[in-house]
């Protein structure tokens, strides 16, 4: 059986956890070729790798099966839309797209092409998060009431100077685009209702960038429940930490993430601890191999994603995520501008780049 052929462009950072990615799922898939404009990255990420600089021509000439757009946030669009133009299915970082219309258009592209896009929201693909996902889409939980989410996600100056476009309006966002983004995705999933309202704060507390490095929203959701979102890249690099807790009728599910160590907090209606069901089932359902997923979500993203190839199901964080999740930021970010709540979904185009200028500079 032929493998997929997997093209990364962009050979920096997350390129490396892509890389590993692939090499895990190497029964099914195989790097064809390296693109970046800087060849030392490339070389640095595999050295004997085929090379090309230019995304255009290495899609022509080697049509891979997937590409990996793994390049600042700013150059999604026209890298996945090119791919996807080109007979190429997606590993497309987060956030899709700079813009709920640019977002929208890649949604479209996806929908009209048949062509798949796996999400980079890793968080979707944590252990034990699909099991409590579909509990609480059966109802075991009951109703729920309302959810909160906090990303504090240090970063010193080391990181924001590591790159000029990172916490840049055009081709990053702040620490609500960047580090929140897949978070706000996962709670809206589990939570299992839309946002319809958002209203937010953002601040530059630390940070020397031009977009926010700490942000606050609050997200009303079409059946009346609440979220609530807290992101930040102003907490210690040496303690990074995110936690994701939904609340019902029937109990309250925590999960989280603190220096590299999952956490688990699921409670049922009188309060007692039940995560050894939930660890049980999820060793039933992938081994005990699988209670790692969180060393390396992106393995179960490309998994997911030859799944979505083989089998024509939807990949967990698919294009419609990838949009509503640019849709949902844009809402939260326009509120922030205009100190007005937001309807969502919005009703017209915003962009990070409209919000240039708000902390002044
Ligand atoms: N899902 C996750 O957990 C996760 C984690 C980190 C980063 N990300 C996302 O991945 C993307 C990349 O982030 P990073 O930290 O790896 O960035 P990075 O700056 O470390 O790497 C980006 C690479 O893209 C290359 N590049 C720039 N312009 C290019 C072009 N036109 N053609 C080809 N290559 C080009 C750069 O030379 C660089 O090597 C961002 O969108 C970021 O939000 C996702």
């Known amino acids: 059986m032929e493998k997929y052929k997997v093209m990364i462009i962009g050979c920096g950072r997350v390129a490396v956890k892509h890389l590993k990615a692939i090499s895990k799922n190497a029964r099914k898939c195989e790097l064809a070729a390296l693109v970046d404009v800087s060849e030392e990255a490339a070389r640095r990420l595999s050295p004997d790798a085929a090379y090309f600089s230019d995304y255009k021509k290495a899609i022509d000439e080697v049509k891979p099966d997937i590409v990996a757009v793994t390049v600042p946030s700013g150059l999604h669009f026209e890298i996945a839309k090119y791919a996807m133009e080109h007979g190429c299915n997606l590993l497309l970082e987060k956030p899709m797209t700079m813009s709920s219309s640019e977002s929208k258009q890649i949604y479209d592209i996806s929908k009209s092409t ?94 020397k960038i031009e977009a926010e490095d700490l942000g606050m929203a609050i997200l009303k959701m079409d059946d009346g429940s609440l979220a609530s979102i807290e992101g930040t890249t102003c907490t210690s690099d040496k303690d990074k930490c995110a936690e994701f807790s939904v609340f019902c009728e029937n109990g309250t599910i925590s999960m989280g993430i603190r220096k590299g160590k999952p956490q688990l907090n699921i409670r049922d209606i009188n309060g007692k601890k039940i995560n050894g069901r939930y660890i049980t089932r999820q060793i039933k359902k992938g081994g005990i191999g699988s209670l790692l997923g969180a060393a390396n979500p992106h ?63």
Do not use: C
Request: charged residues 20%; without cysteine; aromatic residues 10%.
């Open 114 to 207: 048949g062509k798949k896009i796996a999400m980079g929201h890793i968080y979707r693909y944590f252990p034990i998060v699909g099991l409590v996902h579909d509990d609480i889409d059966d109802g075991k939980f009951g109703k729920v009431t309302h959810g909160s989410i906090f990303v504090r996600w240090g970063h010193g100056d080391d990181y924001y100077q590591s790159a000029a476009w990172r916490g840049t309006w055009k081709s990053d966002g702040g620490a609500l685009m960047n580090q929140t983004i897949h978070a706000i995705d996962l709670l809206v999933w589990l939570m299992g209702s839309s946002p319809v309202e958002a209203t937010s704060m953002i601040s530059q507390r630390k940070a």
């Open 299 to 361: 393995t179960a993203i490309y998994e997911d994603l030859i799944l979505s190839l083989d089998t024509g199901k939807e990949p967990v964080a698919d294009a419609k995520a990838g949009y509503t999740s640019v849709d949902n930021l844009m809402g939260i970010y326009k509120s922030a501008k205009t100190k007005a709540v937001v309807k969502l979904p919005l009703d017209e185009d915003f962009s990070s780049v409209d919000m240039t200028g708000f902390f002044g500079g």
